[in-house]
Structures are given as structure tokens and as C-alpha cells.
């Protein structure tokens, strides 16, 4: 669905949202807006091929313009209204009521072979502008009517039994000619032999010489009783489907407004507008019903309201999925504001592989493909937003091309994506994600012994567990998200076991870990994370604590184990809770989390150590545990997340200068979590 150029309609009656319904809409949205944070335009690395292939993580389904459709979906699982989902999509606009009995015009744009065809029925005429008609003689002789364009006129002719078409002399003049029936339903042939039956009347409009176009004019009520079951399934919640039937309305009446004076059309019938099949289509000999008893309902339950934005009908632009974060549009009801409702039903994010062969071919000038290389992004969502520019480098010459133009040449599902040399990024800490296509994993021990990961969903939720390692992990004293420690795109676990030994338990594809490996590392240490890399070496680095209370740092050697390890600091044997966040600070250094009886301390990470400690937190003392996986909530910020003793959760989300924004409480218990990935 895209939108034609806007236009102003007539001033109608608006009946503005109840005071309180207004009130909550008001808070989720300041609470979505909330935490919208604008990210520094910045390229992204270039990223070259592996084995031939890019791989792509994207989340989303369109452009993420105004509403979600699988976000109105979850959202009426979550108790909203259609008129609060509206609000919190369509933010600014308010309710208004139309005429139901006012038409539409639909271009029937299937219809490509430049006559109008229609079948037998009773009651069927036709007639044209100027008031004069003819009604079709019926009988066996009669099998088809058609109204051709020919160079100088139009003429009218059926086709009889023996399959020829025969013209039959009217008094009608050439322009449009209009079919209709008692029944107020016109079966039409089309061109790909398929039947398809439309409500209202269908029209044969000579443009041009040898040109005509098929137009079908209908009440707007029953354009949506096709429309709304074209673009969602109307099994699902039934507020879901009236918050469709309401942006569909919206969205034709200001195509239709915004149609040029003298258009024999007001919407087209596809995706370029919004899809429309009549109310049946046969094909085969089998006919199918276009419309649904739960989509008539909808559209019966919304009678003609719409949203107006002032004087003007909004433009209700909308989408499968936004991936999370609904994207910036050209007007104030369509901002850009994290989804927390988006993938309440479903996962919102997908995998793709491009070969470097398929790039070529799209973007020939290039020559061999080398690199991809994300220029800009739009700065909201995960990744740092949409890909708005992206630069193709090949042997011949480079080229930058727009992420929509990128997206429609290699048929991706959004441009909100993220590139990789055929896995995850090599080295990358944070994120902490065991799937390369989450936002970021919570890492579990459960207290069967297995482990699970809980992927971070948008706005701040947690979806439902994976497990990707079975029994025994109850077994080991420390389990720490190690990031990607070999750099084979996967993120890997370190163990230290009874016996002292650091075990390196390696990402594979298939989203579980290969057997642990020893690291090499007699591990008498009290507490243990991975920092990142510390020192510049693109490896990341083990920080721990031993029993004397000595700080160390162990750098990572890219492969299963260390290259050696220095002493940073004495005195830290009453620093528990050893963390790293990543760069809590935004200072571009990795950094350090303690806890101190019931204060939380941050450590600033400086060129060769960490600063003295900052107190960031004070009475801590009803937390059980602390982890970090990264940005949590998908604003750029890393983010804590605890366990309390009496097993809730909480996101403590950073506000990237060292401190902390407002608690959110995770839902659910978590009584059978034994202990955090670390």
C-alpha cells in the first residue's frame, strides 16, 4: 500500500475520542515516545562476502509507515480498542463519520485486454453518459457481452453459441458504457480467463484511441467488505480486524480526495493502493468468496468512520510489520515510536542470503561484488534504524543506491536490516544474541539444568524461552556470555567448572553450542565476565576476579583461548556482581558493574584500566542477580536487567551518561531460573 498526492477534503463532523479513552491513549503514547531516541547518523563497517554470500538480518514486513498490522493484532490481544489502537498508530487525528451510501471507483487493473467483458444475468444493461441504455436480450444465443474499443467508435457484442462475437447496433455513444443488473453484482471475464464477480455496477472507459479501462463503482462499504479480508486474515481478534476496516476507509476516501480533477478512477485495485477482489472469483470452475462474515462485521461495526487530521482526511498508510519501531512518515500523525505490540503474536524478523552473483546481476556496473556498506540509517530501531542509503562496492566502480531502491531490487521484506558476511559479525559482543537475528538474548539456567535463551523483543519485553543447551548446566560454577570468542559469527558461552577449568562452549548454526573445549585457564576466580574488546585487538577479552581478591584482565586470542593476562587492580574482593554492560557511559570504552553490600558501582573503562568506582544505585539489596545483554530496549543505551529475590524481573534501562531511566517491570514470575547467563 502507497500513498497517491494528498489533498485537502471538505470540512465533515468530527466526534473527538471519550476524555477517558483519550487519557490512555495519551499514555501509552507519551510512553512509547518516551523512549524514542534519535541515533547518530553513521556508516556502518563494510562487510564483505563469505563463501560468495551476505547474509541479512531484517525485522519487519513493509514500509512501517502509521499502523502495524500484526502490531493492531497484538495490541488487541492486549485489551486495546480499535479506537485506541488507531490512537496510538495515528497519533493527532480524531474520529469522524461519512455517508455510507457514498460510491468509490475502482480500477479493475487485471482487465488488460482493452474490452469490457461481461456475462449473462438477469436484468443486465448497459448505458452511457448520455442517458441512453440498452438491456440485453437473454437465451442460449447469448453467452458473453462485451463493450470493444476500436480506433473511431466502441461497439457492443456478444458471443454466440457457436463462439463468435457479433456486433449489435445501439443507440449508444462512445465513452464510458456502464453494466449493471438487478442482482447489483456484474460477473466480469478477464483477461487470464478467470471470472470475477463485483458489487455496484462495472465500466468500459474508452481512453485514448484503442484504449479502454475497466472500472467498478461501488459504495465504499462494500469496497472495504473486499478489501479488509485482502489484507488481513479476519480470523483474527475482532479489534484487530474493525481497526483494518477503519484505516482502509480512511485511506481510500483520501485517495479518493486527493484524485485529479477529471480521473475516471479514485483507487486502484492492488498493493500500489490497496488490495481489492470483488466479492467472488472463479477460476478453474471453482469459485471463491472474496468476502467473510467476520470481515462484514468489522467493516458493519466501523460504518463510516474514518480519521481526519484537521480539515483533512489522514493518510492511514500501513503495513504488515514494522519490525518494532514504526518508521517516520510525511505528516504529524505518522512519527516515528517504538511497537511493543508488533510481535506480540509473532516473531517480526526474518533471515535473507544474497550471493554476490544475484547483486551483480541487479547492479551490473559494479562488476564482482566486494563489499556492501550501510552509508545512512534513520536512526530509530534496532540496528540504529532503517537503511537509508547502502553502497554496493564492486571490482569496476561503487555504487550507492537508496535502501528502498536496494530493497526492491533484491526483493527483502523492509529495509530494516542489518549485513553480515554470511553468519553474525565476527567478534561481537554485544549485543549478547544467540540468534543472529535477535535483538539481543536474556541468557538462563533453568533449575532442570538446561539452558535457555529469551530473546529481547520492542519496547522493552521478553518473548518466550528457547532452549539451546540440555542438562547439566546446573553443574558449573559460572556460566558467561562470552560473545563471538572464535569469530565465526556465532556467539559462544564460557563454563568454569568445580574442577576449576574454563570450558569454551561454541555457537553453531543451529542455534545450539558445539562440545565445551578447554580453555586452557586454571580458574581459581570468584567472578567472571566478558568485557568486550578491551584492547583493540578485535578479540574479546575475560575479566574476572580470583580468590585473593585481584582483578585481572584475560585477552582473548580469537581462537579457544588466551594470549595472556595482566593484573589491573588489588582490593576487589568485596566487589560482587562483576559485570560489563559494554559502554554504559557512551565514552566508546567497555566498562565495569559491581555491587558493594546494597550499592551498585560503575567502573569507567580508560585506555589500559578502570577508574575509580561511581556509586550509580542504592538499595539493591532486594535483587537477587544482575545481567546485562546490551541494548535491551532498542533506544542505543546498554541496559541491566535483575532478578529479584522473590523472582520478578526488571529492566533497569541506562540512560547512556552512566546512569539509570525509570525501572520496568518484566512480566511474568521466574521461579524456575536458577541462575543468569553472566
Same mark, same amino acid.
Given at each position: 500500500?502507497?500513498?497517491? +498526492?494528498?489533498?485537502?477534503l471538505?470540512?465533515?463532523?468530527?466526534?473527538?475520542?471519550?476524555?477517558?479513552?483519550?487519557?490512555?491513549? &495519551?499514555?501509552?503514547?507519551?510512553?512509547?515516545?518516551?523512549?524514542?531516541?534519535?541515533?547518530?547518523?553513521?556508516?556502518?563497517?563494510?562487510?564483505?562476502?563469505?563463501?560468495?554470500?551476505?547474509?541479512?538480518y531484517?525485522?519487519?514486513?513493509?514500509?512501517?509507515w502509521?499502523?502495524?498490522?500484526?502490531?493492531?493484532?497484538?495490541?488487541?490481544?492486549?485489551?486495546?480498542?480499535?479506537?485506541?489502537?488507531?490512537?496510538?498508530?495515528?497519533?493527532?487525528?480524531?474520529?469522524?463519520?461519512?455517508?455510507?451510501?457514498?460510491?468509490?471507483?475502482?480500477?479493475?487493473?487485471?482487465?488488460?485486454?482493452?474490452?469490457?467483458?461481461?456475462?449473462?444475468?438477469?436484468?443486465?444493461?448497459?448505458?452511457?453518459?448520455?442517458?441512453?441504455?440498452?438491456?440485453?436480450?437473454?437465451?442460449t444465443g447469448?453467452?458473453?457481452?462485451?463493450?470493444?474499443?476500436?480506433?473511431?467508435?466502441?461497439?457492443?457484442? !456478444?458471443?454466440?453459441?457457436?463462439?463468435?462475437?457479433?456486433?449489435?447496433? =445501439?443507440?449508444?455513444?462512445? &465513452?464510458?458504457?456502464?453494466?449493471?443488473?438487478?442482482?447489483?453484482?456484474?460477473?466480469?471475464?478477464?483477461?487470464?480467463?478467470?471470472?470475477?464477480?463485483?458489487?455496484?455496477?462495472? #465500466?468500459?472507459?474508452?481512453?485514448?484511441?484503442?484504449?479502454?479501462?475497466?472500472?467498478?463503482?461501488?459504495?465504499?462499504?462494500?469496497? +472495504?467488505?473486499?478489501?479488509?479480508?485482502?489484507?488481513?486474515?479476519?480470523?483474527?481478534?475482532?479489534?484487530?480486524?474493525?481497526?483494518?476496516?477503519?484505516?482502509?476507509?480512511? !485511506?481510500?476516501?483520501?485517495?479518493?480526495?486527493?484524485?485529479?480533477?477529471?480521473?475516471?478512477?479514485?483507487?486502484?485495485?492492488?498493493?500500489?493502493?490497496?488490495?481489492?477482489?470483488?466479492?467472488?472469483?472463479?477460476?478453474?470452475?471453482?469459485?471463491?468468496?472474496?468476502?467473510?462474515?467476520?470481515?462484514?462485521?468489522?467493516?458493519?461495526?466501523?460504518?463510516?468512520?474514518?480519521?481526519?487530521?484537521?480539515?483533512?482526511v489522514?493518510?492511514?498508510?500501513?503495513?504488515?510489520?514494522?519490525?518494532?519501531?514504526?518508521a517516520?512518515?510525511? !505528516?504529524?500523525?505518522?512519527?516515528?515510536?517504538?511497537?511493543?505490540?508488533d510481535?506480540v503474536?509473532?516473531?517480526?524478523?526474518?533471515?535473507?542470503?544474497?550471493?554476490?552473483?544475484?547483486?551483480?546481476?541487479?547492479?551490473?556496473?559494479?562488476?564482482?561484488v566486494r563489499?556492501?556498506?550501510?552509508?545512512?540509517?534513520?536512526?530509530?530501531?534496532?540496528?540504529?534504524?532503517?537503511?537509508?542509503?547502502?553502497?554496493?562496492?564492486? #571490482?569496476? =566502480?561503487?555504487?550507492?543506491?537508496?535502501?528502498?531502491? /536496494?530493497?526492491?531490487?533484491?526483493?527483502?521484506?523492509?529495509?530494516? /536490516?542489518?549485513?553480515? &558476511?554470511?553468519?553474525?559479525?565476527?567478534?561481537?559482543? /554485544?549485543?549478547?544474541?544467540?540468534?543472529?537475528?535477535?535483538?539481543?538474548?536474556?541468557?538462563?539456567?533453568?533449575?532442570?539444568?538446561?539452558?535457555?535463551?529469551?530473546?529481547?523483543?520492542?519496547?522493552?519485553?521478553?518473548?518466550?524461552?528457547?532452549?539451546?543447551?540440555?542438562?547439566?548446566?546446573?553443574?558449573?560454577t559460572?556460566?558467561?556470555?562470552?560473545?563471538?570468542?572464535?569469530?565465526?559469527?556465532?556467539?559462544?558461552?564460557?563454563?568454569?567448572?568445580?574442577?576449576?577449568?574454563?570450558?569454551?562452549?561454541?555457537?553453531?548454526?543451529?542455534?545450539g553450542?558445539?562440545?565445551?573445549?578447554?580453555?586452557?585457564?586454571? #580458574?581459581?576466580?570468584?567472578?567472571?565476565?566478558?568485557?568486550?574488546?578491551?584492547?583493540?585487538?578485535?578479540?574479546?577479552?575475560?575479566?574476572?576476579?580470583?580468590?585473593?581478591?585481584?582483578?585481572?584482565?584475560?585477552?582473548?586470542?580469537?581462537?579457544?583461548?588466551?594470549?595472556?593476562?595482566?593484573?589491573?587492580?588489588?582490593?576487589?574482593?568485596?566487589?560482587?556482581?562483576?559485570?560489563?554492560?559494554?559502554?554504559?557511559?557512551?565514552?566508546?570504552?567497555?566498562?565495569?558493574?559491581?555491587?558493594?553490600?546494597?550499592?551498585?558501582?560503575?567502573?569507567?573503562?580508560?585506555?589500559?584500566?578502570?577508574?575509580?568506582?561511581?556509586?550509580?544505585?542504592?538499595?539493591?539489596?532486594?535483587?537477587a542477580?544482575?545481567?546485562?545483554?546490551?541494548?535491551?530496549?532498542?533506544?542505543?543505551?546498554?541496559?541491566?536487567?535483575?532478578?529479584?529475590?522473590? #523472582?520478578?524481573?526488571?529492566?533497569?534501562?541506562?540512560?547512556?551518561?552512566?546512569?539509570?531511566?525509570?525501572?520496568?517491570?518484566?512480566?511474568?514470575?521466574?521461579?524456575?531460573?536458577?541462575? /543468569?547467563?553472566?
Open positions: 500500500m502507497k500513498s497517491r +498526492l494528498a489533498a485537502v471538505g470540512t465533515r463532523r468530527s466526534y473527538r475520542l471519550t476524555r477517558a479513552v483519550a487519557a490512555l491513549l &495519551g499514555a501509552l503514547i507519551l510512553a512509547a515516545l518516551s523512549v524514542l531516541t534519535v541515533l547518530p547518523a553513521r556508516a556502518d563497517t563494510a562487510v564483505s562476502p563469505k563463501a560468495g554470500v551476505f547474509t541479512l531484517g525485522a519487519g514486513y513493509g514500509h512501517g502509521g499502523m502495524s498490522q500484526y502490531g493492531a493484532y497484538g495490541a488487541a490481544t492486549k485489551g486495546l480498542t480499535w479506537q485506541q489502537i488507531m490512537a496510538f498508530y495515528y497519533p493527532g487525528t480524531t474520529l469522524a463519520t461519512r455517508s455510507v451510501t457514498a460510491t468509490i471507483r475502482v480500477w479493475i487493473t487485471e482487465d488488460t485486454d482493452n474490452d469490457l467483458r461481461v456475462l449473462p444475468s438477469s436484468g443486465l444493461k448497459v448505458s452511457d453518459t448520455n442517458g441512453h441504455s440498452y438491456t440485453m436480450p437473454t437465451g447469448y453467452r458473453a457481452w462485451r463493450a470493444v474499443v476500436t480506433s473511431t467508435t466502441m461497439k457492443l457484442q !456478444y458471443r454466440n453459441a457457436d463462439g463468435d462475437w457479433v456486433t449489435r447496433t =445501439t443507440t449508444l455513444t462512445p &465513452g464510458t458504457w456502464t453494466f449493471s443488473n438487478t442482482a447489483k453484482i456484474v460477473k466480469v471475464w478477464l483477461t487470464d480467463g478467470t471470472y470475477r464477480e463485483f458489487r455496484g455496477t462495472v #465500466s468500459g472507459m474508452r481512453i485514448g484511441t484503442t484504449t479502454s479501462r475497466t472500472v467498478n463503482t461501488l459504495t465504499m462499504e462494500q469496497y +472495504l467488505q473486499s478489501v479488509v479480508p485482502s489484507e488481513l486474515p479476519t480470523s483474527w481478534h475482532p479489534e484487530a480486524v474493525r481497526s483494518q476496516a477503519v484505516a482502509a476507509r480512511t !485511506y481510500a476516501a483520501r485517495l479518493q480526495a486527493s484524485a485529479a480533477t477529471g480521473a475516471t478512477y479514485d483507487v486502484c485495485d492492488t498493493t500500489a493502493c490497496q488490495v481489492y477482489k470483488g466479492y467472488a472469483i472463479t477460476s478453474g470452475g471453482v469459485r471463491t468468496l472474496q468476502e467473510t462474515a467476520a470481515g462484514n462485521a468489522a467493516v458493519s461495526a466501523t460504518a463510516g468512520r474514518y480519521l481526519a487530521y484537521g480539515s483533512t489522514a493518510l492511514t498508510q500501513f503495513s504488515s510489520s514494522n519490525g518494532g519501531y514504526a517516520q512518515g510525511d !505528516y504529524p500523525y505518522l512519527p516515528a515510536h517504538p511497537d511493543p505490540y510481535a503474536i509473532k516473531p517480526n524478523t526474518w533471515t535473507a542470503t544474497l550471493t554476490t552473483t544475484a547483486i551483480a546481476a541487479a547492479y551490473p556496473a559494479v562488476g564482482t563489499q556492501l556498506q550501510v552509508l545512512s540509517r534513520d536512526g530509530y530501531g534496532r540496528w540504529g534504524g532503517r537503511v537509508e542509503s547502502i553502497k554496493i562496492i564492486g #571490482s569496476t =566502480t561503487s555504487q550507492t543506491v537508496t535502501g528502498m531502491a /536496494f530493497r526492491t531490487k533484491l526483493a527483502l521484506r523492509s529495509t530494516l /536490516f542489518t549485513i553480515t &558476511g554470511g553468519v553474525g559479525t565476527p567478534y561481537e559482543t /554485544f549485543p549478547r544474541r544467540y540468534d543472529p537475528s535477535s535483538l539481543a538474548d536474556l541468557l538462563m539456567v533453568t533449575n532442570a539444568g538446561n539452558l535457555v535463551r529469551r530473546p529481547a523483543l520492542p519496547g522493552g519485553t521478553l518473548g518466550d524461552p528457547v532452549q539451546i543447551g540440555t542438562g547439566g548446566w546446573t553443574n558449573f559460572h556460566v558467561v556470555n562470552a560473545g563471538d570468542w572464535n569469530g565465526d559469527g556465532y556467539q559462544d558461552v564460557i563454563a568454569r567448572t568445580t574442577g576449576e577449568r574454563l570450558l569454551l562452549y561454541r555457537g553453531r548454526s543451529t542455534g553450542f558445539s562440545a565445551g573445549v578447554d580453555m586452557g585457564l586454571r #580458574s581459581n576466580h570468584t567472578e567472571l565476565t566478558s568485557v568486550g574488546d578491551f584492547n583493540g585487538d578485535t578479540f574479546p577479552d575475560l575479566v574476572v576476579v580470583n580468590v585473593s581478591g585481584n582483578l585481572y584482565i584475560c585477552w582473548g586470542n580469537g581462537s579457544t583461548g588466551f594470549t595472556g593476562f595482566t593484573r589491573l587492580a588489588t582490593g576487589w574482593g568485596d566487589q560482587k556482581w562483576l559485570r560489563s554492560p559494554g559502554d554504559w557511559n557512551s565514552d566508546g570504552r567497555p566498562d565495569l558493574i559491581t555491587r558493594v553490600g546494597t550499592d551498585l558501582y560503575l567502573h569507567k573503562g580508560t585506555a589500559t584500566n578502570f577508574s575509580s568506582p561511581v556509586r550509580i544505585g542504592t538499595g539493591w539489596g532486594s535483587i542477580t544482575i545481567t546485562s545483554i546490551g541494548d535491551f530496549d532498542a533506544d542505543g543505551h546498554a541496559d541491566l536487567v535483575a532478578k529479584t529475590v522473590d #523472582s520478578k524481573f526488571r529492566l533497569y534501562p541506562g540512560n547512556g551518561n552512566g546512569g539509570f531511566l525509570p525501572m520496568k517491570p518484566l512480566a511474568g514470575t521466574w521461579s524456575t531460573v536458577y541462575a /543468569f547467563g553472566i
